[in-house]
């Protein structure tokens, strides 16, 4: 086991081996904007994205033997458990050679916070909350046109449903450790980016690197 330093002292044993990484959480209601400005943080200060949800899209698609649980409960607008969610984000950290991570749409409760600062050690830098109401998300939602199977108006509902109950408290949680950094998501998209340029512009000038003790 490596030897805590001061910057590394609460970050506990991990399964990334020596990796360093900075990650910054992006939460938000579903259809709130998270995608669509990850794509602009992504080209405009080095972050790699991770989408949750893209990646278990992209799991059911290669055939997994969970793709089929996998499905299922996001035509319901569930949390898939931890354990699935995690592999795959530790899974697209190791392979990738980049050390800054947008993780966009996770954690989305309790169980994927605590279970993810456990498996990882990785404490994000903070998360940048996306406010919008649920009559302009559903309206962005049912306009989305990318085929998805949850973006229909009873799963929709749904959606909204488990948002409200199991991933306002993980920000709540974060608020609380003074992370976290919100946006009016309800502008248009280039004046959230303004917004979101401030928060990036002034990380980028910060030594923030998270140095991860290995076993
Ligand atoms: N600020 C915005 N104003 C209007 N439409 C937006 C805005 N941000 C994103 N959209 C559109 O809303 C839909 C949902 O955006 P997306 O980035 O996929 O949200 P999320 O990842 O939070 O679900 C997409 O069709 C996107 O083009
Ligand atoms: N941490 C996560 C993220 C997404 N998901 C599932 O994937 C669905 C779509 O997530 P997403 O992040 O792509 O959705 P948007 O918020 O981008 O619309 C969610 O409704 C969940 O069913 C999950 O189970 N656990
Ligand atoms: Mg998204």
Redesign the pocket.
């Known amino acids: 086991m490596g030897s805590a330093t001061e910057a590394t002292k609460d970050i506990s044993e991990n399964l990334l081996g020596d990796k360093k990484v900075t990650v910054v959480f992006v939460l938000g209601g ?2 709130s904007g ?2 669509t400005q990850c794509a602009n943080i992504v080209e405009h200060y080095g972050f790699t994205h991770l ?4 990646l ?1 899209r992209a799991e059911i698609k290669s055939g997994s033997e969970n793709g089929t649980m996998i499905q299922n ?2 035509k319901e ?4 458990p931890s354990e699935v ?1 995690i592999k795959l984000l530790q899974t697209a950290i190791l392979e990738n050679g980049n050390d800054k991570f947008l993780i ?5 409760n309790e169980e ?1 916070r605590a279970a993810f600062e456990r498996v990882t050690g990785i404490v994000p830098e903070f998360v940048l909350f996306f406010d919008c109401s649920e009559e302009e998300m559903e309206r962005r939602l049912l306009g989305r046109n990318q085929g998805r199977v ?1 973006d229909n108006i009873e799963t929709i509902k749904k ?1 909204f449903k488990v948002f409200v109950e199991s991933s306002l408290p993980v920000v709540e949680h974060y608020e609380s450790l003074g992370k976290v950094k919100r946006i009016d998501a309800a502008k248009p998209i280039p004046e959230v980016f303004e917004d979101i340029k401030v928060i990036f512009s002034s990380l980028a000038s910060k030594v923030m690197k998270l140095v991860i003790i290995s076993s």
């Open positions: 579903p259809g998270k995608g989408s949750a949800g893209d278990l409960m996001i607008g569930k949390i898939v969610t966009d749409g996770f954690p989305r994927n949850d959606r």
